[in-house]
């Protein structure tokens, strides 16, 4: 375990008093210019980079009203301040997300405004400086892009939009974060988040095909490349390998196999995470964007399914079709995208797949909403689906459901404390301080109701949820995704 302070888990919330500078020393590495460069950015700090900063924000003010709207509209009524699980985890009073969003404020009033311009001082506009700069490089590496101040805020100001504004901002001046932008250079290189080759994604597929046959007996299939099939299913690429996301590929495997409906993963589009989102770049967000609809032309499937992952829903329900459509050569029977979740609900509403719900006997679980698809998504086509499709396909699988205090789910969840590009080991302080509130509710529930664990939709929650449980004293794995539920449970006959 790593050399800082695990927040304590107190009975209930509480607003911790502010230690100010708690969090300064803490930021991500910077990316290195070989990292740079393939997405398009400078390798090192350019000359003249205050000019460069400045003209990046004007820029994007015009370019997103909203960011314009949110630098003039927050009254500094304080309603946000205890809402963002950094700022509850740390008590670095720059966690609030009103003085998060005042690191860029104070930079636009001073260019932006003729107050800013006029009188700095009186109306808090800071020069762009290098100090500046690096402020801003620790704390907007300090948000998860999580949008849960927004939900409380009365003029619902995103910090995650000023977040991701910021970033790119960075990006452009050549200040980049290592961990995001190595990883969208992988997806370029190699088509997936973790740099696998496509050889190497198609033996973990055969492996995978093998053990499964070994545990059921049934020859359930696990298809790379296989043209004409009838979905292109777009998996985090964590659902390959790591635990317990691979349980998650299983369970769709499984689905599929009892749907009789024929799928393929493709080693072009090999990822369904677009990190894109992460740095606020839609040049990015594009490319990532493009391989799948190549991959779903070139292999003449008719649908396109995207697995457990928050942001890569986010990405595709809210920006696939403008990045890359028309996506008029598919099937015009099925939305596009779908979730994978929405594919099993409705094959559940419809009696097609069934389960032995005893099979989960041993677990009593509780669900955490991931942030992206709870605040920034929808699941299915009635309002709130996104919260009850995953609680449906939860109860049609198991026997013990317990719900988390109701100011820590739904719209209202904690983010699991390493959405957004926080999700590297260099900022371990501020992921298990963030994870502080979620891992609070968890107890709650642990404690009075006996739940044993915790399973969610989104491959960086799970991925996040393996590192930091133990910190607090349970136990790593608890933690599971929806689809480890459905494949436990579910009735499968031979199709072959
Ligand atoms: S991490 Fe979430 S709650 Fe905190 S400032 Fe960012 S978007 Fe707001
Ligand atoms: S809740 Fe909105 S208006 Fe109030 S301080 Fe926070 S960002 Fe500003």
């Known amino acids: 375990m790593a050399n800082f302070e695990t927040p304590e888990l107190t009975k209930w919330p509480v607003v911790p008093k502010i230690k100010p500078g708690a969090m300064s020393h803490l930021a991500p590495y910077v990316a290195k210019p070989e990292i740079q460069q393939p997405l398009g950015y400078p390798g090192e700090l350019v000359d003249n980079w205050e000019r460069v900063a400045i003209d990046k924000l004007g820029e994007l003010k015009g370019k997103y009203r909203s960011l314009q709207v949110f630098m003039d509209a927050c009254v500094g009524c304080g309603?946000?301040?205890?809402?963002?699980?950094?700022?509850?985890?740390?008590?670095?009073?720059?966690?609030?997300?009103?003085?998060?969003?005042?690191?860029?404020?104070?930079?636009?009033?001073?260019?932006?405004?003729?107050?800013?311009?006029?009188?700095?001082?009186?109306?808090?506009?800071?020069?762009?400086?290098?100090?500046?700069?690096?402020?801003?490089?620790?704390?907007?590496?300090?948000?998860?892009?999580?949008?849960?101040?927004?939900?409380?805020?009365?003029?619902?100001?995103?910090?995650?939009?000023?977040?991701?504004?910021?970033?790119?901002?960075?990006?452009?001046?050549?200040?980049?974060?290592?961990?995001?932008?190595?990883?969208?250079?992988?997806?370029?290189?190699?088509?997936?988040?973790?740099?696998?080759?496509?050889?190497?994604?198609?033996?973990?597929?055969?492996?995978?095909?093998?053990?499964?046959?070994?545990?059921?007996?049934?020859?359930?299939?696990?298809?790379?490349?296989?043209?004409?099939?009838?979905?292109?299913?777009?998996?985090?690429?964590?659902?390959?390998?790591?635990?317990?996301?691979?349980?998650?590929?299983?369970?769709?495997?499984?689905?599929?196999?009892?749907?009789?409906?024929?799928?393929?993963?493709?080693?072009?589009?090999?990822?369904?995470?677009?990190?894109?989102?992460f740095i606020g770049s839609y040049e990015n967000m594009q490319r990532v964007s493009i391989r799948i609809r190549e991959a779903a032309l070139d292999l003449g499937v008719r649908r396109i399914v995207f697995g457990e992952c928050g942001h890569a829903w986010r990405v595709a329900y809210s920006f696939l079709n403008t990045l890359a459509g028309p996506f008029d050569f598919l099937d015009p029977d099925y939305p596009v995208p779908q979730h994978i979740c929405e594919v099993t609900y409705d094959l559940i509403k419809r009696g097609v797949v069934k389960f032995d719900k005893s099979k989960n006997d041993h677990m009593v679980v509780t669900f955490h909403d991931s942030c992206n698809p709870a605040r920034a998504a929808r699941l299915g086509d009635m309002p709130g689906g996104q919260f009850t499709i995953p609680r449906e396909i939860i109860k049609a699988t198991c026997n013990h459901f317990v719900e988390m205090a109701p100011d820590t789910v739904r719209d209202a969840t904690y983010c699991c404390g390493a959405g957004g590009g926080i999700l590297t080991d260099e900022l371990m302080d501020v992921r298990v301080k963030g994870a502080m509130p979620r891992m609070q509710a968890l107890k709650q529930v642990v404690d009075i109701d006996g739940v044993t664990h915790m399973v969610s939709i989104c491959a960086i929650c799970k991925s996040q949820f393996s590192k930091v449980l133990p910190y607090f004293n349970f136990n790593a794995r608890m933690n599971l995704g929806v689809h480890q539920l459905v494949s436990n449970a579910i009735v499968l006959e031979n199709r072959v």
């Open 79 to 277: 309603a946000c301040t205890d809402k963002c699980h950094y700022f509850l985890g740390s008590a670095d009073p720059k966690n609030m997300p009103v003085a998060r969003q005042d690191l860029m404020r104070s930079v636009y009033r001073r260019y932006y405004t003729l107050a800013g311009r006029w009188f700095p001082k009186l109306v808090g506009a800071r020069d762009m400086t290098k100090e500046v700069l690096d402020e801003w490089y620790s704390y907007f590496f300090q948000c998860s892009e999580c949008r849960r101040c927004a939900v409380y805020c009365p003029f619902g100001i995103d910090t995650a939009e000023i977040t991701m504004a910021a970033r790119e901002i960075m990006d452009t001046v050549g200040r980049g974060q290592k961990y995001s932008n190595e990883v969208i250079g992988k997806v370029y290189k190699f088509g997936n988040n973790l740099g696998l080759p496509g050889r190497a994604v198609a033996d973990t597929l055969e492996s995978l095909e093998e053990d499964v046959e070994e545990e059921t007996g049934l020859k359930i299939r696990f298809p790379v490349d296989e043209k004409g099939a009838e979905v292109l299913l777009v998996v985090p690429s964590a659902d390959f390998f790591a635990e317990p996301h691979v349980d998650g590929l299983v369970g769709y495997a499984k689905v599929l196999h009892q749907a009789g409906i024929s799928w393929t993963v493709s080693t072009h589009a090999s990822e369904g995470g677009n990190f894109g989102l």
